[in-house]
């Protein structure tokens, strides 16, 4: 391990857990529908737990109703009865082959819960962020001690992880600030 293998780890972990904010935060409902509402439910496919995407195509009919058509005629009550019970709030309605999802508007307490649920998520990912320097700085100290860099090398490396951290930090607020302006959006 070198400092410059400590610096670019500790990167591409951080790069890690501003992807899985992202992801966290696409689950978030706000007042219009999107399809990634439905990415996490599990149907009842021949006995095993699946995907929603692999039993259905997942499409907007209109920016508050996702429509979901299954790809066999006899999976259209077992999906209809999984997102109704994938505890999203949503209320599927059957018309033939096509359920229809339509999402209710968000009351203004709901989008305040929403906020702090977006607020909370981005502060675990702040967490993750400085938890890998923390890690990345005590790698430092170690290669020092085997001593396989100098102190000043060590110093530089720390500061630029440092930076890196900023950056980082600087991108998750920036993720946060465009996801509240979409929940509050009325």
Same mark, same amino acid.
């Given at each position: 391990?070198?400092?410059?293998?400590?610096?670019? $780890?500790?990167?591409?972990?951080?790069?890690?857990?501003? %992807?899985?904010?992202?992801?966290?935060?696409?689950?978030?409902?706000?007042?219009?529908?999107?399809?990634?509402?439905?990415?996490?439910?599990?149907? %009842? =496919? =021949?006995?095993?737990?699946?995907?929603?995407?692999? &039993? *259905?195509? &997942?499409?907007?009919? @209109?920016?508050? $109703?996702?429509? &979901?058509?299954?790809? %066999?005629?006899?999976?259209?009550?077992?999906?209809?009865?999984?997102?109704?019970?994938? @505890? /999203?709030?949503?209320?599927?309605? $059957?018309?033939? %082959?096509?359920?229809?999802?339509?999402?209710?508007? /968000?009351?203004?307490? !709901?989008?305040?819960?929403?906020?702090?649920?977006?607020?909370?998520?981005?502060?675990?990912?702040?967490?993750?962020?400085?938890?890998?320097?923390?890690? *990345?700085?005590?790698?430092?100290?170690?290669?020092?001690?085997?001593?396989?860099?100098?102190?000043?090398?060590? !110093?530089?490396?720390?500061?630029?992880?440092?930076?890196?951290?900023?950056?980082?930090?600087?991108?998750? @607020?920036?993720?946060? &600030?465009?996801?509240?302006?979409?929940?509050?959006?009325?």
């Amino acid at each position: 391990m070198t400092v410059a293998d400590a610096k670019k $780890t500790a990167d591409q972990k951080m790069q890690k857990s501003i %992807e899985t904010l992202k992801a966290d935060l696409a689950k978030v409902r706000t007042g219009r529908a999107h399809t990634g509402i439905l990415d996490h439910v599990m149907v %009842e =496919y =021949y006995g095993n737990p699946t995907h929603l995407s692999q &039993v *259905a195509n &997942v499409t907007l009919i @209109d920016a508050r $109703t996702i429509g &979901v058509q299954p790809f %066999e005629k006899k999976m259209v009550a077992v999906v209809e009865k999984a997102i109704r019970e994938a @505890d /999203l709030g949503l209320n599927p309605a $059957t018309q033939g %082959e096509l359920i229809r999802v339509p999402t209710p508007p /968000l009351t203004e307490e !709901r989008r305040k819960e929403m906020v702090k649920l977006v607020k909370s998520e981005a502060e675990d990912a702040k967490i993750a962020v400085r938890n890998i320097r923390r890690d *990345a700085n005590e790698t430092l100290k170690k290669l020092v001690k085997e001593k396989a860099c100098s102190e000043d090398e060590e !110093r530089r490396a720390q500061d630029e992880i440092q930076k890196l951290t900023d950056k980082f930090v600087i991108e998750i @607020d920036k993720l946060v &600030v465009e996801k509240e302006k979409e929940v509050l959006t009325v």
